[in-house]
């Protein structure tokens, strides 16, 4: 069955620390890519995307992921975190041709960065 | 650009009750989604819409959950006996199409069910 893995379920930071989460899915055809941030008491935002081209993505507020197809992997990465980047971030995967579809999450990762 | 509005935003009930939420997607997006999101897992989708019709229930219990989307607009997802188990936060997205677009998040509604 087809799914997305977030290995890290809590991680803990200091400002200005480098941060690398991992996602990993099952699917064998193509896949559309993205990484979802919810902030305390906030809906889900999208921080960034991937559809094709460069595997190097860059989203908002300096995070980037890399599309790794041999590994299955698109991991986010930011290289200085700051305090108001406590939040829970969602790993999410579109499958399927277009006619069907579906957008499937990981089970998502917190971080909390100490000020 | 308004977004994806969702009521109530907290709702309690007793189980065995039946509850019903509402979701209002961005004007113009074609497919709407309703997820579950209980604490501490990721959101898991119920049901997708495209348009009025449904592409995927595959997850939805429909021994007690149903929903709708009769004008191709606005949604409604009812839980009628609720259980224990379905506290959660329901969430509401839109998407423009299906395919390679990204989907846009209502607030959610959170239930519990004591």
């Known amino acids: 069955a087809q799914s997305v893995s977030q290995h890290n379920h809590h991680v803990i930071l200091s400002e200005a620390a480098s941060l690398e989460l991992g996602c990993n899915y099952s699917y064998g055809g193509t896949v559309n890519l993205f990484w979802y941030v919810q902030y305390p008491g906030q809906h889900l935002q999208l921080l960034l995307k991937?559809?094709?081209?460069?595997?190097l993505v860059k989203g908002i507020k300096g995070f980037e992921a890399e599309f790794i197809k041999s590994k299955f992997s698109f991991n986010l990465r930011k290289p200085s975190v700051q305090w108001s980047d406590t939040a829970e971030y969602f790993c999410?995967?579109?499958?399927?041709?277009?006619?069907?579809?579906?957008?499937?999450f990981g089970s998502g990762t917190r971080l909390s960065i100490r000020p | 650009e308004a977004g994806v509005a969702q009521s109530p935003r907290y709702k309690i009930i007793e189980k065995r009750q039946s509850v019903a939420f509402w979701c209002n997607p961005i004007?113009?997006?074609?497919?709407l989604y309703w997820y579950q999101q209980i604490l501490g897992q990721g959101p898991k989708l119920l049901i997708q819409?495209?348009?009025?019709?449904?592409?995927?229930d595959s997850q939805l219990p429909k021994d007690r959950f149903s929903a709708e989307r009769l004008k191709g607009v606005d949604s409604t997802l009812k839980i009628q006996p609720a259980k224990l188990e379905d506290s959660a936060v329901y969430l509401c997205a839109s998407s423009q199409q299906q395919g390679n677009t990204e989907a846009f998040f209502g607030q959610g509604t959170r239930l519990t069910v004591v």
């Open positions: 004007s113009g997006h074609a497919t």
């Open positions: 819409f495209q348009n009025n019709g449904v592409v995927d």
């Open positions: 991937y559809f094709s081209g460069d595997p």
């Open positions: 999410a995967v579109i499958i399927g041709d277009s006619s069907a579809s579906k957008i499937i």
